[in-house]
């Protein structure tokens, strides 16, 4: 199963954006340009108290100069996991394109009103599967999920307003590492990553 990346490009310091948001801006707009499917795709990695790992794929939802943000119940394991130990990793694995983006940092909650705004978006069946799904736990069949489902509808009615639920919002990855990794031949890829040192940022190389 093993196969040689094709040189589809090198990644070089003089190549990289100034800033590592800039940079993903130019990465994340030629994932759209190559119709990846759910382009905004990561993976998510977060540990419990005890240090026992956990990862699952979430949607990517927004970025700036402050992180990374997905939304999630907040009790759910990523949501628990990602409060009592707020650390997280995030990869976008865009192999497609032979390039992955990998993030290191801490986890924040979102203002409510980022939540509100956001959650004011989602489709209506979106928005009661928050309220129906105690994500994470365990269920009994899949009555019990559309059993939930049901008991929203019947709590907001048919066309009644869906709020953000308050045990569910955004969290906010705040990176300290951002790492953009290109293949290229005979496992040597490149890899630059931009980490930050007090109020700035540096650039290192990291062997392959």
Request: a negative charge.
């Amino acid at each position: 199963m093993r196969r040689d990346y094709t040189e589809r490009g090198a990644l070089l310091e003089t190549d990289l954006a100034a800033t590592w948001p800039e940079q993903f801006g130019r990465w994340f707009a030629d994932v759209l340009e190559y119709a990846l499917p759910e382009p905004n795709a990561m993976i998510v990695a977060t540990a419990d108290a005890t240090a026992r790992p956990s990862a699952r794929t979430v949607l990517l939802k927004g970025y700036d100069e402050r992180g990374f943000v997905f939304f999630t119940n907040y009790t759910s394991r990523k949501g628990a996991e990602a409060l009592e130990n707020p650390q997280a990793g995030l990869v976008f694995p865009w192999f497609p394109m032979q390039r992955q983006v990998i993030v290191c940092g801490g986890v924040e909650k979102v203002t409510r009103a980022e939540t509100e705004a956001y959650f004011a978006t989602r489709p209506r069946g979106s928005r009661l599967g928050a309220w129906a799904s105690p994500q994470s736990t365990v269920v009994p069949d899949r009555d019990a999920v559309e059993g939930g489902l049901a008991e929203a509808v019947e709590r907001f009615g048919e066309d009644g307003e869906v709020p953000a639920p308050p045990h569910w919002g955004g969290l906010r990855v705040v990176p300290e590492t951002v790492e953009f990794w290109q293949g290229r031949s005979n496992r040597l890829h490149d890899r630059l990553r931009y980490r930050r040192t007090g109020d700035t940022w540096v650039v290192e190389r990291l062997a392959p």
